[in-house]
């Protein structure tokens, strides 16, 4: 019998032919650095998004936007700029100037109408957005409200982008984790904020690294090292709660601290890079300058990971002192770094083995690209979800946030199951008798308390 | 020709998988299972009728998934088995109750056949706390072999007293109106007593046992004996009193409802509350599902506590009644369990002939006449604990010391516990270090070898914790092991 009416005649008795993907060379091959010029994953394999300058053209797509701050505005923006019959059909923010001036802008740089009647108030006012008829929603609040808000939008059916990071805490990242789960059953596509997963030079590196550039990973780095960030005075006639939201940043209840509302890109990229979660992790940590809230502004994590592997991760935010945004990974063979507008991969000897180059392949910025990659899976029907690595790379964060909070080992196990929650459990405008101004977590005993 | 061939094969698989097909519904399953319980049970069940409008049968639960080659084995090796039970035995003597018990049930229903179904494990409406433990299950499952039915042992037949939620309020067994003591009872004497706690109806007797010298642990020639039974001491106790009983619900639903502490304190916290002995004491929190597994509380014992609560009952104990009240040392336990005896059992007997192991017993039976009247083990308890009034005493009119419940002791566990002291010595207290607690007597569960006077066993806190999904775990009630419970002494006032 000839081989392919073999399969005809099996195919007949219902016999199938497994269709799984098999990458043409096992990546654990020890050699995989010699064979850097055939590739053993392809693009595909590896799920690379097709970096298409815009998203094509089909369905209409209408959007809610749910939280209309500065960067709830540059999402919407984005999202327009991705393609044709785009459009922002609802608002849902806390406070009126904030919504006013996002419309102000969609209508002035967009020429995008959102009527009087579609634009929401209330720390509902999401609720309202969902139930429209609406394809997608937007989420850009305050990361404390992103698990309930992504929750609601994935059992109202909608499509999403959310910003990181997915919560500020366990009980956050289960209600995401969750509900991703949901979300992939449903078809919907969810793309997320951490935006280096959507740009091409990023891309370029993981499949370098994949296909043995650096050899078996070792050990990796992440670094969100910079000045003092935005902060927001209180006003008198300001309550606890609008005070808060105001200035949702510098607040440990809203925005995790910054080894969340920053780190997380960097260490994001060692968890997709390495495909490692934590064992467990020591922190350290404190607010030497911050000016306002109850952050830190300064970490340091060391994270362990199964069979001797590591990450050290660090974040700052003070003036003055050093700058470093990049990662690291290092190899057996060599070690792949970003920088400023710098990518590649130098071996033990100070040879350079691979390098990005930004002039022959300029990089579209990952916040416009996550939105053509958004509208292009939804309208080719490509079911991207992005929820649960997200989720993933928060809570790896967290643990290294209560790490330095508390001065102890914070094992995954432990972080996993925490029923940890910050923040009150009822929202409205008014007194937060639980929020301290100015007091920072403080790891540790009281030398004079007794024991 | 290959062609006929083909179709000829096609056709007896089409045959045979008709067949298969056939005996495989549930109506050809219940034309010969004569247990109208279970058959009830199921249709009360959500398997039988459910808001998806999906039925689930019998073969889909007891029978590893459609088209695998574990499923025609088994599949095979059940009808076989079934076929057997049929025409050979008599339908009166199963014990159905006994069968949906965990420790049975987990061998009867296939834990792919369950997944196979629910491939989501996360639908929409999932509680919190279902996403929780459903995400500690799949990150889990494999290493610490859980199975869906660990904590859904009531999806394929009702189980009327079954909880899968966290318990609320506080059990009261009988409600009947009765003395109610003002005070503890005054002890004088060394005598027996009856304990009163005060402003509860709740009594319990105390045995006066006169200190004594004994033989502790087995020697090398005893039936079925383990090494760390060894070396035999010479051991002198000192007098005290035991409970006659192991602690019952009515007293541990006492202590319950006097300490509970609903806030989710941290462990550190509690035991430094309760170390400091001045506050009020923290007690347990509530557990999730029923402890007393439905099988009734009262006089039954207490079960799934842990060892830090039994030692938290003593403290609570020792304060309302003025006494000092603790676990039973290692060695205590095992002169009151011996009560002057030093056979195998306190009773008369062989271990040999009263283990259900070994190809002798197994062909010609096992001898149950004694040691049935005396303790509930394997054999005669169904598969579940039972009040201490039907079971004999020993000779220090102590009931239980052997089966029902394994009892805690205040001594930390070591294998080789014995070697580290002198061969004669007086009220030894254990090692000075260890993770683990012993655990003495055997349960409802055990193998006859274990209920010997000398068997020791040993608390396993992470395998009793396994499907606990909460970080930190409980330090009040064992999710996985339901066989745990104690008796207390009491010091005599000097």
């Not at chain 2, 395998?463 to 775990?473: I, R, V």
Request: aromatic share 10%.
């Amino acid at each position: 019998m000839k081989r392919r009416d073999f399969f005809t005649s099996s195919a007949l008795l219902g016999a199938s032919i497994p269709l799984g993907v098999t990458p043409l060379v096992s990546s654990c091959s020890s050699n995989g650095n010699k064979s850097k010029n055939k590739e053993s994953y392809t693009p595909e394999q590896l799920g690379m998004p097709s970096f298409a300058e815009q998203a094509p053209d089909g369905k209409p797509l209408k959007a809610g936007l749910i939280g209309c701050g500065s960067r709830g505005t540059g999402a919407a923006v984005q999202f327009l700029n991705a393609g044709n019959d785009l459009s922002i059909v609802a608002l849902a923010d806390v406070f009126e100037d904030r919504q006013q001036k996002c419309r102000e802008i969609l209508l002035k740089e967009k020429n995008n109408k959102v009527e009087d009647s579609m634009c929401f108030l209330g720390f509902d006012a999401y609720k309202k957005v969902l139930d429209l008829d609406v394809d997608l929603v937007l989420i850009a609040t305050p990361t404390h409200f992103h698990p309930d808000q992504f929750k609601a939008a994935v059992a109202a059916g909608k499509h999403i982008f959310m910003e990181k990071p997915a919560g500020v805490d366990p009980v956050g990242i289960r209600t995401v984790l969750v509900a991703a789960r949901q979300a992939v059953d449903m078809g919907l596509t969810v793309v997320t904020g951490n935006q280096r997963r959507n740009q091409l030079d990023y891309w370029q590196a993981f499949m370098q690294v994949k296909n043995g550039a650096i050899g078996n990973v070792l050990s990796a780095t992440a670094h969100w090292n910079q000045g003092a960030w935005w902060n927001k005075l209180k006003r008198p006639e300001w309550s606890d709660m609008e005070y808060n939201i105001r200035n949702w940043f510098n607040i440990k209840w809203l925005s995790g601290d910054h080894l969340l509302d920053q780190g997380v890109h960097n260490i994001d990229v060692a968890t997709w890079f390495t495909g490692w979660l934590p064992e467990k992790a020591v922190g350290y940590g404190g607010r030497a300058r911050r000016m306002t809230g109850d952050i830190f502004d300064f970490f340091s994590v060391d994270y362990r990971y199964a069979n001797n592997k590591r990450m050290m991760a660090t974040a700052r935010q003070i003036d003055g002192c050093d700058t470093n945004v990049s990662e690291s990974i290092m190899g057996t063979e060599a070690v792949f770094y970003t920088g400023r507008k710098k990518m590649w991969i130098e071996n033990f000897e100070g040879e350079i083995l691979w390098q990005y180059d930004y002039e022959t392949n300029p990089v579209v910025g990952g916040h416009q690209q996550e939105h053509v990659h958004l509208v292009e899976s939804i309208r080719l029907n490509q079911k991207v979800n992005q929820a649960e690595d997200i989720a993933l790379s928060t809570l790896v964060s967290i643990m290294g946030r209560e790490a330095a909070y508390t001065g102890r080992e914070i094992t995954w196990d432990e972080i996993m199951a925490s029923d940890l929650r910050y923040g009150p459990t009822e929202y409205a405008l008014g007194p937060l008798p639980d929020y301290e101004e100015g007091v920072a977590p403080i790891p540790g005993r009281d030398p004079k308390a007794p024991l | 020709m290959p062609i006929t061939s083909l179709f000829l094969g096609a056709g007896l698989v089409i045959g045979v998988n008709k067949g298969v097909q056939a005996t495989s519904t549930s109506a050809y399953c219940q034309s010969c299972h004569v247990h109208t319980g279970a058959d009830e049970a199921w249709l009360k069940s959500p398997h039988f009728s459910n808001e998806s409008g999906v039925r689930v049968g019998c073969a889909e639960c007891h029978l590893p998934p459609h088209g695998s080659f574990r499923h025609f084995r088994t599949k095979v090796q059940t009808g076989l088995h079934d076929l057997y039970a049929y025409h050979f035995k008599d339908p009166e003597s199963f014990d159905w109750e006994s069968k949906q018990q965990l420790e049975y049930a987990v061998t009867i229903v296939f834990n792919e056949s369950c997944e196979k179904c629910h491939q989501n494990l996360f639908p929409l409406g999932l509680t919190e706390e279902g996403g929780k433990a459903h995400l500690y299950y799949e990150a889990n499952a494999k290493e610490l072999e859980l199975h869906c039915i660990n904590c859904h042992l009531d999806a394929g037949h009702e189980l009327p007293n079954y909880k899968h939620q966290k318990m609320t309020g506080i059990p009261v067994s009988d409600e009947s109106p009765k003395e109610v003591y003002l005070e503890p009872t005054t002890v004088t004497r060394f005598e027996n007593f009856t304990e009163h706690i005060p402003k509860t109806s709740v009594s319990f007797n105390m045995k006066a046992i006169e200190g004594g010298t004994f033989q502790m642990g087995s020697t090398d020639n005893e039936p079925l004996r383990d090494p760390d039974e060894g070396p035999v001491r010479t051991v002198k106790v000192s007098p005290f009193f035991m409970g006659e009983v192991e602690v019952t619900w009515n007293e541990y639903w006492t202590f319950y409802s006097q300490t509970m502490s609903e806030g989710r304190l941290d462990p550190e916290t509690v035991y430094a509350n309760n170390a400091s002995n001045v506050d009020a004491i923290s007690g347990p929190t509530p557990p999730f599902g029923n402890p007393d597994q439905g099988w009734g509380s009262g006089n039954r014992p207490a079960i799934t506590m842990s060892h830090y609560a039994a030692r938290t009952y003593c403290q609570w104990l020792s304060r309302v009644t003025g006494k000092t009240y603790r676990l039973p040392t290692e060695a205590e336990w095992e002169y009151a369990c011996r009560a002057g005896t030093q056979t195998p059992y306190y009773f008369e007997g062989d271990p040999k002939r009263f283990s259900s192991e070994g190809l002798r017993n197994r062909l010609f039976g096992v001898d149950t006449v004694n040691i049935s009247s005396h303790t509930v083990y394997r054999i005669n308890s169904g598969l579940k604990t039972h009040e201490p009034s039907n079971t004999r005493p020993n000779l220090f009119g102590l009931r239980n010391m052997s089966g029902n419940v394994f009892e805690y002791c205040s001594d930390l566990y070591a294998t080789d516990a014995y070697a580290q002291t002198e061969s004669n010595i007086t009220d030894p207290k254990g090692p000075g270090s260890g993770s683990e607690h012993v655990i003495r007597g055997g349960s409802y569960i055990s193998e006859a070898a274990d209920l010997r006077s000398a068997s020791r066993a040993f608390t396993e806190t992470e395998a009793w914790l396994k499907t606990d999904c909460q970080q930190p775990k409980s330090i009040w009630w064992y999710s996985d092991m339901k066989g745990i419970g104690f008796r207390v002494v009491c010091e005599p006032a000097i």
